[in-house]
């Protein structure tokens, strides 16, 4: 069966042009399965189990743990409204301040939108989580507190700081003391430069098809929610504890209920799928899936759980880009749980290459069509153009179209992606480059034609003023 496995993430790794994946298989209270693939950076470091990886958002299901122990310390209760351990905090809307309750943060019910939650990611991190969530007192619900489901990693930035009033110490020294070393987690960290030392991997993004290595922010003041670091051997130490009532190596994190807890469905998101506290619910032909994946700009993380066969799996990826996830990069670890059910994975319709160069070619067109265009208005004198009335209606028309449309997409696709600029370029950094370029050249190519039509209205004016025609146009 492993053997099998291998060959996947092989095909999977050559297929995707990934860098590199680590992979933890977990059974009952052992490791069964470790294995890392791939290259770390450029200079052709192996991925091993024991390499550092931002894991994204697996860090909610640690932030949502650590809620769940201080629940059972006494400090914490899950109903009581946020206020009571952060007197100061506010959204806009000052009665919903108040109800907003510390459920409705795990299970991504208190009303705070996916738009606001990704506003957080596309920060340079250069505020503190205290700072970053008074700045939602301008924030306001897109749905009433506790209706309905809305994913937003603003909810778990607000959880950290609830760890810190309760604890009364730093998330991160909290989540290091009683998560990552009582589970021996010796390769995790809540710091970028802890694991620099340790030999974090580098973190690539696809351009067009290719992974190039990517410098971009760490964003501290979002830790809770996206930024913690670990390995895919201290992942299966993780994954074990939560297949065996809270207990690792003898060490208890949490109680058998507070785990269940933890992985009870409390959010409906559609038929079948529900959230629970940092873990997503599914189904799979009658088998219970507990899963989350987890991605910055530049890393891809995926964990699943099989409580009813005592199975889980983390995968971690030094790679990212929004439209890669789209065609395979999300589709690994179910294969892999697929074929740990003696199942094969499902073939992809459209390969990622093929995609890829295909795309390529598409993408390549227009500006060329553009820049030719924009050329041929700046080279030919105003005087050269002979416009008849409907000439000169399509090219105002043209002139105009290229000037709003630009405009009117900048605006929209926001909207449409359910994102702002900053994270889209972060994200899906290939495509938001040739859209910007395109729509500048649009909007140069519309001011020359614009410019190029005034200078003939001048020209020809002069003409009939110097002939003493009437026209109607002057």
């Not at 250069?126 to 994913?151: D, F, M």
Request: proline share 6%; net charge positive; with cysteine.
């Amino acid at each position: 069966m492993f053997t099998r496995i291998e060959q996947y993430l092989v095909g999977a790794l050559q297929g995707l042009r990934l860098p590199g994946l680590a992979i933890a298989i977990v059974q009952g209270e052992r490791v069964i399965y470790l294995s890392g693939f791939g290259k770390a950076d450029l200079t052709g470091r192996p991925i091993t189990p024991q390499t550092p990886f931002i894991i994204g958002s697996l860090s909610k299901s640690f932030t949502a743990l650590a809620i769940m122990q201080l629940v059972e310390a006494g400090r914490i209760e899950l109903d009581a409204p946020v206020q009571r351990y952060l007197p100061w905090f506010r959204i806009q809307d000052g009665t919903a301040s108040s109800q907003m309750t510390v459920r409705h943060l795990l299970t991504h019910t208190s009303g705070i939108s996916r738009y606001v939650g990704r506003q957080l990611l596309a920060a340079k991190g250069a505020k503190t989580k205290e700072q970053r969530v008074r700045e939602l007192s301008r924030v306001s619900l897109t749905k009433p507190v506790g209706t309905a489901y809305q994913y937003s990693n603003t909810n778990y930035l607000i959880l950290g700081l609830l760890i810190e009033a309760a604890s009364s110490q730093p998330y991160e020294s909290y989540i290091q003391q009683h998560i990552f070393t009582p589970l021996q987690m010796n390769h995790s960290f809540t710091s970028e430069g802890e694991a620099r030392r340790d030999g974090i991997a580098v973190g690539y993004r696809w351009w067009f098809g290719f992974p190039l290595p990517a410098s971009v922010p760490y964003l501290a003041d979002a830790l809770p929610a996206a930024f913690l670091i670990s390995s895919a051997e201290d992942m299966a130490h993780y994954l074990i504890a939560h297949l065996n009532g809270g207990r690792y190596s003898g060490v208890s994190l949490l109680s058998p209920a507070g785990i269940a807890e933890l992985h009870r469905p409390q959010a409906e998101i559609t038929a079948g799928n529900a959230y629970a506290m940092g873990w997503h619910v599914e189904s799979h032909d009658g088998v219970t899936l507990l899963r989350h994946g987890g991605e910055t700009a530049n890393w891809r993380g995926e964990m699943v759980l099989l409580p009813e066969r005592q199975i889980g799996i983390v995968l971690l990826a030094n790679a990212n880009n929004g439209l890669v996830a789209q065609l395979g990069l999300d589709r690994i670890a179910p294969g892999v749980v697929r074929l740990l059910l003696r199942e094969q994975p499902p073939k992809n319709r459209l390969t990622f290459k093929l995609f890829y160069a295909a795309l390529d070619v598409v993408l390549f067109v227009p500006p060329v069509l553009q820049v030719r265009s924009l050329r041929r208005l700046a080279q030919r004198s105003y005087r050269e153009v002979r416009l008849k009335r409907r000439q000169w209606i399509t090219q105002m028309a043209l002139c105009l179209t290229e000037l709003v449309l630009p405009m009117s997409l900048y605006k929209r696709i926001p909207k449409w992606a359910d994102a702002p600029w900053p994270l889209l370029r972060l994200y899906v950094p290939d495509l938001t480059s040739w859209l910007s370029g395109m729509l500048a050249l649009s909007f140069v190519t519309s001011i020359t034609r614009g410019m190029r039509l005034v200078l003939w209205f001048a020209g020809r004016r002069r003409q009939y003023r110097k002939r003493k025609i009437h026209h109607p146009f002057f």
